[in-house]
C-alpha cells in the first residue's frame, strides 16, 4: 500500500518535469567476479557444492560456474576428504561418515590458483523429525515435530520440495500430425506432475526454550482453493541443524530482499559469508560452508483426504475455446499457435474443432508427463 | 564634583556633550528690569540682549504667557522662578548659560552619580542644581510612547527606592497593528544594559534611576529610542513604527549587534520578510526550505521536508507552532511546508545552546509564532500562484484590546489533475488545505489571553484505489500574567493530533482501511524573573500525555473479507521541571547555566512480549506475555539535562560563545525510509526502546566589519547521541505487534565546522555559508545479526560532508529587487547493489557496506524577481509579482536512485524531479 502511495508521487512527479535516467553509479574496483559457495559439508552422506561466480547487475544470463576446481574437505587435526567435479561447477565427495565431534572446514583451488578456506565449524548432527499436515478452516499447515537432545544444536533450517499433479485449462482429444493430419490424441497433456522448489528461506530455532523440541512448526501453509491441493500433493521437506552463526547467516540472507536500493526499500545489509580468499582477504567470497547433516521426509495428501474446498485451476484465464471449420483447421494448427480441443458435429458429422492456446491445453508447458518416481 | 557627561536635549533636539561645574553660582551676571505684560518672547529676547544667557523653549506652549515682574540687580534663577513658578514651569540652566523651560519637571542636566558604576549599591546623589516645582502625578497606568523626543517619566518621583535602581518593563509593539515586536533590543549605551523583547513583545530592564535614552532596535522596525525618567519601579509601553520600505523589501536584518553581543549562540533568526525572498519551486515562500538553506541544517533531497539539523535524524526536531507541537510539517510529501506564510511572524531555529524551556527532542527546537492580528485596523493579504492561493484577514474586535487573524491556504492541484490527458491521472486526487486562526485579548495591562487554532489536511487519490490522507490539528491556549514588573509567566495548554489513514478500495474482498494515529495534550507553566541586572531566572514545569494509535487495518465494507488487524494503543507521559539563571558577570562575561530534569513513564494498558535474553529480539524467542493495567507504569525513564552556555565578548564586534547541552527525547519516528514520509510513525519509549540522549559542545567566534554591517561567524560542534532508533535488515514498521524485533539501540556521534558571512544592509546583501560536518552511525550489539557493517562506525543516511549555500539579493530599486541562491552538497550515502548471485537456487543480491557510496552531488541555482507596486504608505492594497525560476542550470539532481528487477537484470535508475528550469508566477497583495 505504502509502494502504492510512492507510485503515486513519483506519478506526480513525473508531471512536474521530472525525470528518470538510467544511473550507473561508479563502484569500487571489480575487475573480477567474485566466488560462490554453494552447499554445506555433510557428515553423514554425500556433500555437493556448487561454485559460481557473481554477476554484473545488468547481466541476464546465468551466472558462469567455476570449473576445474580442486575442493578437499578438511577435517580439524585429521584427514581430507576430495571432492570431484561431476557436472561442470558441481564437486561432489564419495559417501562420507565423519566424527560429529570433529571441526572442519572446505578448502578450494580454483583453476587460475587462488586459495580459498572456510572457517572450521563444529559438525551439527541433524536429529529425525516428523512430518505432518493438519486441515485447518482456512487450508492446511504442514508441520514439523522434531526432538533433539538440550546439548546439540538449537538452530535448523527447512528446505522443500513440493509436487502436485494438475491438469490444464481443456481435454485435447485430438492432435496435428504433420502433414496436415489431425487425429485422436494418442499422448494424453491434461494432466501433468509438477515440481516446485521455493526459494524461500525456512529457519526456526529452540533457544529460548529449555527444551530442544519444535512441535507444530509450520513449514509451509497451503489456502484451501490452491491448485496444489486439487488431486493430490506431496511435499519433501528436508531438515538441518545448524550453528548459532549459520543460522544468522540465512537469517541476514532471507531478510535481504528483492527489493533494493531504493530511499524507500528496508536499509539491506552486506552479507558475505564464512570464506576467506588466502591469496587475497580482501576480495568478498560469498556462502556459508557449515558441517551437518540432513534429514529427509516426504509426505502425501490426497484430495479424498481433504474437506471439499473449492479449488483454483490456474487456468482461470483461458478463454472458452473457439471453433474452426475443417477447411481452416490444418493450416491453424500447422503453424503450432493453436492445438485442438474437441470435435465440433452437426449431427454425426465432424465439421470442424474446438481450439485453444497450448499455454490452456498442453500440461507439459507447466510441468512433466514423466511420473516421479516416488509418487505413490 | 565634575563629571563628563552628556545628553539628548529634549524638546528641540539639540545634541549636546558639556562639560558642567555644578551650580549656577559663577553666573554673576545680574538681571535688571521693569517687564509689565510682555510677552514671554519679548521678555527672553531682552535677557537675551543683555546678557549671554541663550534661552530654550517650545514656542507654543509659551506664547499665550505674559510676564509681570519688576526686578533690579537680580541673579537670573531668582528672576526666572519668579516668572515662572506660578504658572508652572520649571527652568535648568547650564554651564554654558543656557536656559532650558519645560512644563512641570525641570531638565535633569547631569547624569545620576553612580551612572558610570552600575551594579554599585549606593544612593543617587541628587542634583538639584534646579528649582524643581513638579508636583509629582500620580502614576498612570501605562505610557504608550511613540515619540523620541518627549521625556517620558516612569514610576513615582516621591516613591524613589534608595538602591539607586528601578524596573522599566513593558511591551514593544508595532504602532499601526499593535502587533508585538519579538527579540527586538532594548537597551541603554552607557553604561550597555539591555535586553530583547520576548514572544510577547515584553521587556524588562533594571536601570539606575535617572535620565535614559533607551533604544530600540528590531528586525523589520525602524530604529528608534525613548527619553526616560526613571524614578521608580514603572511601565513603559512603546510603540515602534514598522520599516514601511521593506514591505517585501529584500532584506535581512536583524539586531546589529546581536551576532556578538547577544547570549544565544547556535539560534537562527528568520523573520517573514526574509523567508519571502528566497526562490522556491512553486513560487511559494516556504520556510522549511529557506531553512534548509541555513547552515547545519540539511535535508536528504529537495522533495522531502524533514531536515536533519547538526547530524541530527527528521524526529529529533521540535517544531511549535505557537506552542503546540507539529508532527508532519509538510503538505504534498513535502512539496510544501505546512504553515501558510501570511500568518507567520518569526521562525526561531535553536541548533545549540538549547534553552532549558525547551526539551524532549535530541537536535533542535524549531519556534514558529504567527502574528496577532492588526489591533488597529481590518487588514489583508494573499497570493495567487500556480499551485496555491492563500489569504489572510486580520483585524482587531476590540481596538487595541483584542484582534484576530485568520488564514486559509489550498490548492487547485486536483483541478490541475482533472485537466491531463492521462485517465489514471485524470481520476486520481490530490488535494491540500490549512487554516489558522489566532486571536489575542488583552484583559487588562498584566494579563492577556493568546488562544491558536491549526488544521491541515493533505488528501491524495490514486486512480480509484488508493486513497491516502493525514491531518495535523492543534489547539493552543496561552494566558501570560504579569505578577510585576520582574516577574511574568505563562500558563499554555496545547493539544496536537496527527492521523493519517489509507484507503484501498480496488477489489471489494480485500477493501481496507489503515489508520495510524497521535495526539498529544500538554500543560506548562513558564515563568520569567528578572531578578536584577546580574540575574533573570527561567523556570517552569510541563508535562505531557502522549496517546499513539499504533496503527489498525479494518475492513472496508461488507464484502472484505480482510480480517481487522489492530495494535493495541500506547500512551506515555513526559514531566519536567526546568530553572535556568543568565547571569552578566560582567559586560563581557554572560553565563547561562540551567538544568531540567525530565522523566518519562510508559503506562499500559499493554501486553508486553519477553523475549529470551542473550538472543536477537524476534518473534521466535518470545517466550511470554506480561499484561498490564490501564496506567500501570510499564518503565520509567528519567535524567536531568544540563544546559549551559557563556558569551565572552572580546572587543566591541568580537566575541567568542561557547556551549554544552544535553537532551533526552522519549518519542521517535520509525521511518526506513530516509526522508520523511507521512507514513511514519511515532513510537513511544517502553520497556524496549529506550529514550535518545544527546550531548552537545559548540563552540563559536563571531565578528561583526564595517560597523556591524557585515556579520561572520565561525560555529563549530561535537555531538554525541545514544539510543536513537536504527532499523535491523528489512524491518518491517507498519502494523508490527512487537516493534521491538525490527528496531535497534543505535549510537551516533556528529561534528562539524559552520562558516556564515552576512551582510545585512545595502544594496548587495545576503549570506554565503560553508559547512563541512560528518555524522555517523554504530550499531554495535552482542549479537552479530543485529550488528551493522561489523559493528563499525558508518555515514547516516544524511551524512553530506560539504554544503555551500549561497542567499544574494540585489536591489536595483525600492520597487524591484532581484535575489540569486545557490546551493551545492555532497550526495546523500547510499547503500548499493554490487552484484548478483545464486544460493539456494535463488538470485541474491550483494550490497555494498551500509552507505557505503553516494548519490551524486546535489547543485542547483535559483533566481527570483520581486516588483513592487508604488510605496505610498497610505493605498488602498499593496501589491507585488514574485518571478521566479527553479533549478536556473536544469541540472538533474537525483531525488531518488533505485533499482529494478527487469528480465533477469538489475538496472539501476535516477530519478530526478526538477530536472528543467521551472518558472513560476505569484500575484501577493496586502491590503
Known sequence: ?376 | MVFFYRTLLIALGSFLVLLPVLGQQNNTKLITGDFQNVKFEQFVREIEANSTYRFYYDPALMDTIKVNLQVQGKPLPVVLEQALKPINFTFAIDQENQVYITKGRAIELNLPANFFTPGQAGAVIAQNNVINTNTAEPERPRTRSTSELKLYEIGNSRSANGSGKATIAGHLRDIKSGEAVIGASIYIEAPLIGGTSDQFGYYSLTLPVGRHEVKIKGVGIKNTRRQIMLHSDGKLEIEVEEDITNLKEVVIEAEKDKNVAGMQMGLEKLDIKTLKQVPTAFGETDILRVILTLPGVKSVGEGSTGMNVRGGATDQNLILFNDATIYNPSHLFGFFSAFNPDVLKTVELYKSAIPAKYGGRLSSVLEISTRDGNKKQFAGSGGIGLLTSRLTLEGPIVKDKTSFIIGGRTTYSDWILKQLPNSTLRQSEASFYDVNAHITHEINDKNTIYATGYQSQDKFKLGTDTAFQYMNRNASLKWKHIFNNKLYGVLTGAHSIFNYNITSDKHESTASKLTYGINQSNVQADFNFFLNPTHTIDFGASTILYQVSPGSQTPLGSKSLIAPNILSNEKGQESALYISDLINISPRIAVQLGVRYSMYKALGPKDVFEYTSGLSRNESSIIDTTHYKNGEVMATYHGPEYRASIKYILTDNSSVKASFNRMRQYIHMLSNTASMSPTDIWKLSDRYIRPQIGDQYAIGYYRNLRSNTIETSVETYYKSMRDFVDYKNGATLILNHHIETDVINAEGKAYGVELMVKKLTGKINGWASYTYSRTLVRVNTALASDMVNDGKYYPSNFDKPHDFTLIGNYRFSRRFSTSLNATYSTGRPITLPLAKYEIGGAQRVYYSQRNEYRVPDYFRMDFAMNIEGNHKVRKLSHSSWSLSVYNLTGRKNPYSVYFKTENGKINGYKLSIFGQPIPTVTYNFKF
Not at chain 1, 512527479?13 to 573480477?32: A, D, G, I
Not at chain 1, 520440495?161 to 491438469?167: P, Q
Not at chain 1, 475455446?321 to 503453424?335: I, K, M, R
Request: aromatic residues 12%.
Open chain 1, 1 to 376: 500500500m505504502i509502494r502504492k502511495v510512492y507510485l503515486f508521487l513519483f506519478i506526480i512527479l513525473s508531471f512536474l518535469n521530472s525525470c528518470v535516467e538510467p544511473f550507473s553509479p561508479e563502484v569500487k574496483s571489480h575487475t573480477s567476479s567474485f566466488l560462490v559457495v554453494d552447499g554445506f559439508i555433510n557428515i553423514s552422506g554425500v556433500t555437493t557444492i556448487k561454485l559460481s561466480r557473481t554477476q554484473n547487475l545488468g547481466e541476464n544470463m546465468k551466472p558462469s560456474v567455476e570449473n576445474r576446481a580442486q575442493l578437499q574437505i578438511k577435517e580439524e587435526s585429521g584427514s581430507n576428504h576430495n571432492l570431484t567435479e561431476i557436472a561442470p561447477g558441481t564437486y561432489q565427495s564419495a559417501l562420507l561418515n565423519l566424527n560429529p565431534g570433529k571441526r572442519y572446514q572446505l578448502h578450494i583451488r580454483t583453476d587460475n590458483g587462488s586459495e580459498y578456506l572456510s572457517l572450521l565449524t563444529s559438525a551439527s548432527t541433524t536429529p529425525d523429525f516428523e512430518l505432518s499436515s493438519r486441515i485447518q478452516n482456512d487450508g492446511l499447515q504442514i508441520l514439523v515435530n522434531t526432538n533433539d537432545n538440550p546439548n546439540s544444536s538449537r538452530y535448523y533450517r527447512w528446505q522443500y520440495e513440493e509436487t502436485y499433479e494438475f491438469s490444464s485449462g481443456y481435454y485435447s482429444g485430438y492432435e496435428y500430425k504433420a502433414p496436415g493430419k489431425i487425429e485422436a490424441r494418442q499422448n494424453d497433456i491434461y494432466y501433468c506432475w509438477r515440481t516446485e522448489v521455493p526459494t524461500f528461506i525456512k529457519i526456526g530455532n529452540t533457544s529460548g526454550l529449555n527444551q530442544n523440541i519444535l512441535s507444530n512448526q509450520s513449514i509451509v501453509f497451503l489456502p484451501k482453493n490452491t491448485e496444489k491441493l486439487r488431486y493430490k500433493y506431496s511435499i519433501l521437506v528436508k531438515q538441518y541443524s545448524l550453528s548459532k552463526e549459520e543460522y544468522q547467516y540465512w537469517e541476514i540472507l532471507s531478510k535481504n530482499t528483492e527489493q533494493i536500493g531504493t530511499l524507500f526499500d528496508p536499509l539491506p545489509s552486506q552479507l558475505t559469508g564464512n570464506i576467506q580468499c588466502l591469496n587475497n582477504p580482501a576480495e568478498p567470497v560469498l556462502g556459508f560452508v557449515g558441517a551437518t547433516s540432513e534429514k529427509q521426509k516426504r509426505i502425501f495428501v490426497d484430495k479424498k483426504d481433504l474437506p471439499v474446498w473449492p479449488y483454483k485451476t490456474g487456468y482461470e484465464s483461458c478463454a472458452i475455446p473457439d471453433t474452426v471449420g475443417l477447411g481452416d483447421a490444418v493450416p491453424l494448427f500447422a503453424n503450432g499457435g493453436s492445438l485442438p480441443v474437441g470435435g465440433v458435429y452437426r449431427g454425426p458429422a465432424l465439421v470442424g474443432y474446438t481450439y485453444s492456446t497450448p499455454d490452456c491445453v498442453d500440461c507439459r508447458l507447466r510441468g512433466t508427463k514423466v511420473r516421479p518416481s516416488f509418487w505413490q
